[in-house]
């Protein structure tokens, strides 16, 4: 998309925010187009899969509105929680709709490396999910966010680190949950509330030396997607609007979410896994519960006791432990408690 229709669709989507009808002639000369212009941006929209209502004489609708990202109130919220700027975080941009924010992150990467990056999404067209599959991304329904930094962290940490940013977002919402369930962590870093999936993170790690690495920090959190805009999803899913208060907005939630990853990623730097491993068991979904991990080689069954300092996942079966990493296998409950 172009910088000038760019600038046309933010335009619509402000006027169009407040969910009331607009006549096509209306918008057309607020936005400087012609009326078949207008139709043509509300299509693309729709494509989007944002639902617009077209009403013939009444004009065009979003029903029940929409709450736009604003980078903005994201910053000031991302402060506010930090009781300053952030330094992790220098760069924090929003966009209607992109490829895959953490596709933009390596481009921007590459043509200035250094700078800690922040890019949020209304919309992705190919979002992508952890092995290969696709991350369902319709407008305005979720989160989508990528986080690009240079850690002073050699590959090897990376598993841990990986962790360490699902424990982050997991203990960051569940300060909001007001229902009577909290959201869990599924091995290495699936967020899920009764058994549904909540929300997806994806680390891409690139580094050149032993001490440094290039992180591509991906998060996917479902918000309040809807059924028609879900149902291609393999896996019972959830939504975070379903255990949090109605009056917070998304723009708040990510400012939280980011504040509270500063802090666990810089602890992390200076004093290592322990302290999150220990966070492990009150957070994991399955701990002490029956499990199979399935690998490339087969299917495992045993009991989840615990995670290694590497961010391996420690599985009792018989009377050893056997120990598994991140990306070669899968793990499903045997017994789902309701
Ligand atoms: C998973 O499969 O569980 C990981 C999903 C990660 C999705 C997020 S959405 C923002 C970022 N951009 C992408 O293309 N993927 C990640």
């Known amino acids: ?85 952030s330094n992790l975080f220098q760069e924090i941009e929003v966009v209607s709709s992109i490829d895959s924010t953490a596709n933009y992150l390596v481009q921007q990467w590459r043509k200035n490396p250094g700078k800690g990056r922040v890019c949020i999404a209304e919309h992705q067209t190919a979002g992508r999910g952890r092995k290969g599959r696709p991350w369902i991304s319709p407008f305005g329904a979720n989160l989508y966010f990528s986080i690009g930094l240079e850690l002073p962290l050699g590959l090897s940490a990376l598993g841990g680190l990986s962790l360490v940013i699902g424990m982050a977002l997991t203990q960051s919402i569940n300060q909001l949950v007001t229902s009577e369930e909290q959201v869990k962590i599924k091995w290495p870093n699936d967020l899920l509330y009764q058994n549904r999936k909540m929300a997806g993170i994806l680390v891409e790690a690139s580094g050149e030396s032993n001490d440094s690495s290039f992180l591509n920090i991906g998060v996917g959190i479902n918000w309040n997607m809807q059924q028609t805009q879900g149902h291609l999803i393999d896996q019972p899913w959830a939504n975070l609007t379903e255990v949090i208060p109605d009056s917070i907005t998304r723009n708040q939630l990510l400012g939280m979410l980011l504040a509270d990853l500063e ?32 690998t490339l080689k087969g299917e495992v069954s045993g009991k989840e006791v615990g995670i290694e300092s590497n961010g391996a996942l420690q599985v009792a079966v018989d009377n050893s432990v056997q120990v598994f990493y991140s990306g070669e296998v899968s793990l499903r409950a045997l017994s789902s408690k309701k």
């Open 263 to 294: 802090k666990d990623l810089k602890q992390y730097l200076h004093q290592g896994f322990t302290n999150f491993a220990a966070n492990w068991p009150k957070l994991s979904a399955y701990y002490l519960q029956p499990v199979v991990v399935h």
């Open 1 to 85: 998309m172009t910088g000038k229709s760019e600038h046309k669709i933010n335009h619509l989507l402000q006027m169009l925010a407040d969910g009331n009808f607009h006549s096509g002639e209306v918008l057309a000369r607020q936005l400087g187009v012609s009326r078949a212009a207008v139709w043509k941006l509300i299509q693309t929209l729709q494509q989007w899969q944002l639902e617009v209502y077209s009403v013939r004489g009444k004009g065009y609708k979003i029903p029940g509105g929409l709450s736009l990202l604003n980078q903005a109130s994201i910053q000031q919220a991302l402060s506010h929680k930090l009781q300053g700027s």
